[in-house]
């Protein structure tokens, strides 16, 4: 269904782009295809209106193509709309676009991409986001009352495996997270503190 | 804009404490919470002290970071003139969220409307 829904967001001129996997558009001979990483690209427009398409892509996609449980599919939906939050909010104004891509090693890793175009009011390059992450975190280690600013240091950071922040050459900012599949881990309905956690600065 | 419906019905008591339930259907995400937010701004304004809130949380698909940083903000305001905030009936996905930015250390909640509406009034 939400194949068909990005289709239709492409065909209603919202400049949506969906890149097929890669590898399909680049077939090779291969012993395990189970293990081949699976690349899934989406253009936005930049505009929230869309993020309920996102969230609704990232939530089957994960269920059915990653192997990770229902669970970490609705933890992944919260992630992708986190970060594509963040690159409309700051990365890229109106009339630009915001890039997210899907990198799923079946059975291993699900990797999620989000670039925007550095044009926004407010963006921050890479440095500036790991020590606001890193003062975010700081700051939640108590009793947190804040409107704003749970978003990376609790939902992104605390799951995923790997955080990234990096400058795209010639403007804008690419955040990558990663995620590995751990069966026992994933087995268990457990809350916060994955103490695997690693922050790449 | 992503679809969200908020409702409030008063809880009727035999003792004086003012008592809505709060339900929300849909989901909440940055394309609609502002605006959804200002009508739970506006009870809570103008109930007075000692209004209790329960969040009846059984139709709720999904809630970004910004409507938690509501629900905390409701919390306190609640709190501080003397009532209480819970939420009741919530799926597993949407207490999980709460769960990892620790909101569930401050809010509890409730498998049911009625075991809230107990330990509210």
């Not at chain 1, 990232?58 to 229902?70: D, I, R, Y």
Request: some cysteine.
């Amino acid at each position: 269904m939400i194949y068909n829904q990005i289709r239709n967001m492409i065909a209603s001129g919202n400049q949506s782009q969906v890149q097929v996997p890669q590898a399909q558009q680049q077939p090779e001979p291969v012993q395990d295809s189970t293990k081949e990483p699976v690349k899934i690209t989406i253009i936005l427009p930049t505009n929230a209106y869309f993020l309920s398409g996102i969230r609704d892509f990232t939530l089957t996609m994960t269920k059915n193509m990653t192997g990770f449980s229902e669970q970490w599919a609705y933890r992944f939906q919260s992630v992708v709309d986190e970060l594509c939050n963040n690159a409309i909010e700051h990365g890229s104004e109106k009339g630009q676009n915001v890039t997210i891509s899907f990198v799923n090693i079946p059975d291993d890793s699900l990797e999620v991409i989000v670039e925007d175009s550095g044009t926004g009011a407010s963006k921050y390059t890479a440095a500036q986001m790991n020590n606001l992450v890193k003062e975010r975190i700081s700051m939640m280690q108590g009793q947190y009352l804040g409107l704003r600013g749970r978003g990376l240091p609790k939902i992104v950071a605390e799951w995923t495996d790997e955080l990234l922040f990096e400058d795209i050459e010639g403007g804008g900012l690419r955040v990558r997270v990663k995620k590995y599949l751990r069966s026992k881990e994933d087995a268990v309905l457990s809350s916060s503190g994955d103490p695997t956690h690693v922050m790449l600065t | 804009m992503t679809q969200a419906t908020i409702t409030f019905e008063d809880v009727r008591s035999d003792s004086d404490k003012k008592v809505k339930i709060v339900k929300i259907v849909g989901q909440l995400d940055e394309s609609n919470v502002d605006e959804e937010a200002k009508k739970i701004y506006a009870v809570i304004e103008g109930a007075g002290s000692g209004l209790s809130l329960i969040f009846d949380f059984s139709d709720l698909e999904y809630m970004n970071s910004k409507s938690i940083g509501y629900l905390t903000d409701w919390y306190s305001k609640v709190s501080s003139s003397g009532g209480k905030l819970v939420v009741a009936q919530a799926k597993s996905n949407i207490v999980d969220i709460l769960q990892v930015v620790g909101l569930t250390q401050l809010v509890t909640t409730y498998p049911s409307v009625e075991e809230a509406k107990l330990a509210v009034m």
